[in-house]
């Protein structure tokens, strides 16, 4: 089985600070990692995923996230918050090698990121 | 880039009475299309997973004679909540993927309301 935790429910940054929303990791064997955002109401917008090569990974809007099998995390990364961030921020897993019918993205709870004026 | 849409976006029903939600990959094949519910202030939680062609996958847990699945082309998933009671309302999400993209495009969502 694969699991997704997010620690924080909610993050608060000011403007032009940096941000980092945290995510760590199960799965059986090697994960494909993703970070979505939504915003109230609507679907989710992809913003990044790791699949292999490079540990640090880029992605829309600046956004980028270091992966760290050691540690089994996958933590979300930004230099400089804007307020437009502000959303709900949610990390996601699926096993490499996860076949079948049923290998839909496994999500974490969510975290609600808060950019301060 | 790949775009999924949902129709309806949100769709307000009385209890029991069926409702169907429509998902479709507008510029893609989606071989595999995934159902998700999210209830207010929670994460996504996958209900069933659906190849083209075949009979739908559910999770445990989910009910597949009230959640009935069907993914009739590459292009057009459908889910259909039959009897709708106040306790299915909840926003549901969903995905498409192809042989092509290894990742899931996701559906702008529909927001089901049952009174």
């Known amino acids: 089985a694969q699991s997704v935790a997010q620690p924080e429910d909610q993050v608060n940054v000011a403007e032009g600070n940096p941000l980092t929303v945290k995510c760590t990791y199960s799965v059986s064997g090697n994960p494909y990692l993703f970070w979505y955002v939504q915003y109230p109401n609507r679907g989710l917008q992809f913003l990044l995923k790791y699949i292999t090569g490079d540990n640090l990974v880029k992605g829309s809007y600046g956004f980028e996230a270091e992966f760290n099998k050691s540690q089994t995390s996958f933590h979300l990364k930004k230099p400089s918050a804007l307020v437009s961030d502000s959303a709900l921020y949610f990390c996601?897993?699926?096993?490499?090698?996860?076949?079948?019918?049923?290998?839909?993205?496994?999500f974490g709870k969510g975290t609600h990121l808060i950019i301060q004026p | 880039g790949a775009v999924v849409s949902q129709h309806p976006s949100r769709v307000i029903c009385k209890s029991g009475t069926s409702v169907k939600i429509e998902c479709r990959s507008l510029?893609?094949?989606?071989?595999?299309m995934f159902w998700y519910r999210q209830f207010p202030k929670q994460s996504l939680m996958l209900m069933a997973t659906?190849?083209?062609?075949?009979?739908?996958?559910?999770e445990q847990g989910v009910e597949k004679d009230k959640f009935l699945i069907n993914h009739a082309s590459l292009t057009l998933s459908t889910l259909t909540v039959t009897s709708a009671h106040p306790e299915d309302s909840s926003f549901y999400i969903c995905?498409?993927?192809?042989?092509?993209?290894?990742?899931?495009?996701f559906g702008p969502g529909t927001r089901l309301t049952v009174l």
């Open positions: 659906s190849n083209e062609g075949s009979k739908a996958t559910y």
């Open positions: 995905s498409a993927r192809s042989s092509t993209y290894n990742e899931q495009f």
């Open positions: 996601a897993v699926r096993d490499m090698y996860s076949g079948g019918g049923a290998d839909g993205l496994t």
């Open positions: 510029d893609f094949q989606a071989t595999t």
